[in-house]
């Protein structure tokens, strides 16, 4: 069975430091991975996924992605974080045995202070 | 413009009164979505629908119902709601005949639904 972990609730970090927020996944098939935001009051914006080809994805509002198949990872990452990517974040997975379900993890919220 | 939309916004309702939150996509999208979000638990899948006439469950379907008449229209069905359907909804459209599994969806802006 799918399944994706977020294992962090909430990160902080500092303004312009780098941010990681963490995902793990576990299919029975090649994983399809995505990573979604969510803003207060606001439905979940896509930012970035990996589907196949090179294990470093680059997204939206400069966020990247490195897949790890041997740690069944899926980190998403920032060089420098701004005030306003403080956010919800949810990291999703599907395969393509699946049958269009799709699970999401628990959310980690991002808080950056200025 | 390109969206999703969901109706009503916020509803407050009783146990057993009868309701439908409806979506619409304008992207003609084949896949269709809907998750509930609760704390703690993240966005779960309750139905999903690959095209028109073409439903299936996803994690969470009990006490919910849905059909797929139109390709733009993806209705959310509560038979009998109860207080542990209080939640927030989302509706989701993707592109792509093979399903969402590996296109990117694009959410509405959710129902906050309250059960008494």
């Known amino acids: 069975a799918q399944s994706v972990a977020q294992p962090e609730d909430q990160v902080n970090v500092a303004e312009g430091n780098p941010l990681t927020v963490k995902c793990t996944y576990s299919?029975?098939?090649?994983?399809?991975l995505f990573w979604y935001v969510q803003y207060p009051n606001r439905g979940l914006q896509f930012l970035l996924k990996?589907?196949?080809?090179?294990?470093l994805v680059k997204g939206s509002y400069g966020f990247e992605a490195e897949f790890n198949k041997s740690q069944t990872s899926f980190h998403l990452k920032k060089p420098s974080a701004l005030v306003s990517d403080s956010a919800l974040y949810f990291c999703a997975v599907s395969d393509y045995s699946s049958a269009s379900k799709i699970i999401f993890g628990s959310g980690t919220r991002l808080s950056i202070r200025p | 413009e390109a969206q999703v939309t969901q109706n009503p916004r916020y509803l407050i309702t009783v146990t057993g009164k009868k309701l439908t939150v409806t979506c619409s996509q304008n992207?003609?999208?084949?896949?269709m979505s809907w998750y509930r979000q609760d704390p703690g638990l993240g966005l779960r899948q309750i139905y999903y629908s690959m095209n028109v006439e073409a439903t299936d469950k996803g994690d969470v379907p009990e006490g919910y119902k849905v059909s797929r008449k139109e390709k733009r229209n993806f209705p959310l069905i509560l038979e009998s709601p109860s207080p542990n359907q209080t939640s927030l909804y989302f509706c989701?459209?993707?592109?792509?005949?093979?399903?969402?599994?590996?296109?990117?969806?694009?959410f509405g802006p959710g129902t906050r639904l309250t059960v008494l």
């Open positions: 989701a459209s993707s592109p792509g005949v093979s399903g969402g599994t590996y296109n990117e969806q694009f």
């Open positions: 299919v029975s098939g090649n994983p399809y």
């Open positions: 992207m003609n999208h084949e896949y």
């Open positions: 990996y589907i196949t080809g090179d294990n």
